[in-house]
């Protein structure tokens, strides 16, 4: 049987998707998976923390209006029939982050036309706009698209969005600590979803490998 191969597409600005595809990545592994992992890499990266207020804002309004981070080609390896590819990257204000919009606007038909894909989305709490704006964008590109695999930041939503601005802007008030620790303990994901996303990754193998997963296809 031959070995399954998958590539792992995705974009991380404060490293929380990294994190999660760490633990898929080992997940696919174990389950004898070849993985190639791939980082969309900006022309200019956007620095984090931000480092102010009116810059964490400036990046959220730019991300709300879907502001495209231009990015280097990719590499031409990537170009090639895969088992699976993922997508994976944060919501950006409701949206795909910028250099993500990127790819999808200049290379992701090319890239994935006829490929089976599984969306994977790192959020607080609003993903579907962004699902969809994946799909739309590889609509010409005959893509079987997999249920996408959803991983929400565990604290509640405003204070999760207060969490999130002050540690974009890297400036937190002391005022703010001990409500953010009552409320908003961490920013970003758990080790527990980290471990989430590895028993994911050991699933994804397991179908692969018996030819299940193909069978799960959105319509």
């Known amino acids: ?30 389950g004898g998976v070849v993985v190639q992992c791939e980082q969309l890499k900006p022309f ?23 502001r495209r981070i231009a990015i280097e080609p990719p590499d031409s390896r990537w ?4 088992d699976l590819v993922i997508c994976a990257g944060p919501t950006w204000s409701y949206h795909p982050s910028g250099p993500m919009l990127s790819f999808l606007d200049t290379y992701a038909v090319e890239m994935l036309k006829g490929q089976y894909v599984l969306p994977f989305i790192s959020c607080r709490s609003y993903w579907r706009l962004h699902h969809w704006e994946l799909k739309r964008a590889l609509r010409d590109a005959d893509i079987k698209f997999l249920k996408p695999q959803v991983f929400f930041h565990p604290s509640p939503g405003a204070w ?6 002050l540690k974009l802007a890297g ?3 002391n005022v703010w600590r001990s409500l953010l620790q009552n409320y908003c303990p961490r920013y970003g994901h758990s ?4 471990e989430e996303a590895r028993s ?8 692969l490998r018996e030819g299940r997963l193909h069978g799960e296809q959105l319509l």
């Open 160 to 165: 999760c969005a207060l969490g999130v601005f």
């Open 191 to 194: 080790p527990h979803q980290i």
């Open 79 to 82: 170009y090639v029939a895969w």
């Open 44 to 66: 200019i990266p956007p620095h984090f923390p931000v480092g102010s207020y009116w810059g964490a804002l400036e990046m959220m309004l730019s991300a709300f209006f879907k």
């Open 200 to 207: 994911l990754g050991r699933s994804l193998a397991d179908k």
């Open 171 to 173: 400036r937190i008030p």
């Open 1 to 30: 049987m031959n070995q399954k191969r998958v590539l792992i597409i995705f974009y991380s600005f404060s490293s929380q998707t990294r994190n999660l595809l760490n633990g898929l990545t080992k997940g696919l592994e174990e």
